[in-house]
């Protein structure tokens, strides 16, 4: 199969729906720049050396003894150092990555496979760019994704970077085929009763429910761990550098100015730490009472408002792999605007123990007739 290593034929051939044609295929080769690590790397490189410097200067490039308030200052430079490693370390797991990353074209969409799979249809590319040298080696962009950058929401291409026969995948990418719409609907929805006739109720007349389950909340807030062990380590830091400083003013109160630093320092960073180990609770409250659905006319978000997308809202699919089988499908892009600046957000369904199949339903959604 196109010269590929055994690994990245099964890759290709499990993201294959029934009656779907593998046109073309080649292995991604990343570059620095079309990957935009150059600004994390510099941030990270930033607070590791910052890092650093706070606490040589802390410790005066001696061991700290932890017996006066001014030598816990060391232990808030920890968390930077920590964040800025890993970073670093992330960086390179997404280099690891790249390298694995494989460009496939259908007879129904272009894939981007990955550690996410990117699936865009024939309904979702835009106007398609070549920019290729003369030995036919280039990149072809054909579809578009906002992001906020440093000046607001900013357009990022995307498409096949580095490819050898760029002019061959621009063919093949006009002639894809429209996906036929309808289809059966995948298991009966395990809900409770009060939870289906909430479905239910949602439906509109003529549509039929092909599929719905509850949000996992679990999954959900799995992809906040990051962010809970930062928490976790700037909390324990902040608590313990709290303790010590205030420890010794009890024991022999003193007001002296730098004491009075030292402690309101201390308790801003708690409260700092704080936030930031509440927000995987926050999420998890957020979303266990969320319900996820599809008809045939729409894919439908239900809360304490229900959120329809159908056909023509659907951006290009994202499905991103997590453990056991389970994924999240990202589906559409919803944009709102903050201080006057646009701000989108991606929408879908997140914990969802059968991706795969929930986005072949999603691309056959059929069109109202009016």
Request: hydrophobic share 45%; net charge positive; aromatic share 12%.
């Amino acid at each position: 199969m196109f010269d590929l290593p055994e690994e990245a034929q099964a890759r290709v051939r499990h993201e294959l729906f029934a009656g779907e044609t593998l046109r073309w295929v080649e292995k991604a080769e990343p570059q620095l720049k079309e990957m935009q690590m150059r600004s994390m790397c510099v941030v990270a490189v930033f607070l590791v050396v910052f890092s650093i410097i706070w606490i040589a200067g802390a410790t005066r490039l001696k061991l700290p003894r932890f017996t006066t308030p001014e030598d816990f200052f060391v232990l808030f430079g920890l968390p930077f150092l920590l964040l800025g490693v890993g970073i670093l370390i992330s960086l390179g797991l997404k280099c690891c990555w790249m390298k694995k990353t494989l460009y496939v074209i259908t007879n129904y969409r272009a894939l981007i496979i990955g550690r996410d799979v990117r699936s865009f249809y024939r309904n979702n590319l835009k106007k398609i760019t070549r920019c290729g040298n003369r030995d036919g080696r280039g990149n072809v962009y054909f579809s578009t994704e906002r992001y906020k950058g440093k000046h607001g929401s900013q357009l990022r291409r995307i498409g096949f970077m580095n490819i050898a026969n760029s002019r061959d995948v621009e063919l093949l990418l006009n002639r894809l085929e429209d996906m036929n719409c309808g289809t059966n609907p995948l298991s009966t929805p395990r809900l409770s009763p009060k939870k289906l006739t909430r479905v239910q109720q949602a439906l509109q007349s003529g549509e039929t429910l092909l599929w719905a389950a509850m949000a996992a909340p679990f999954t959900g807030i799995l992809s906040l761990w990051p962010i809970s062990a930062f928490g976790t380590v700037f909390l324990s830091c902040s608590l313990l550098g709290l303790y010590q400083t205030l420890h010794p003013i009890c024991k022999a109160p003193t007001h002296s100015h730098i004491s009075i630093v030292v402690v309101v320092w201390s308790s801003f960073f708690v409260l700092l730490g704080i936030g930031i180990f509440c927000l995987p609770v926050l999420q998890y409250f957020f979303l266990r009472k969320r319900i996820y659905a599809i008809t045939n006319f729409r894919a439908l978000v239900i809360d304490r408002t229900v959120d329809s997308y159908y056909r023509d809202d659907l951006a290009p699919i994202t499905r991103k792999c997590r453990f056991r089988g389970r994924g999240d499908v990202i589906f559409a892009v919803d944009t709102e605007t903050e201080e006057g600046v646009k701000v989108t957000f991606p929408v879908g369904f997140i914990g969802i123990s059968n991706p795969r199949e929930v986005e072949s339903l999603l691309v056959r959604l059929e069109t109202i007739q009016h």
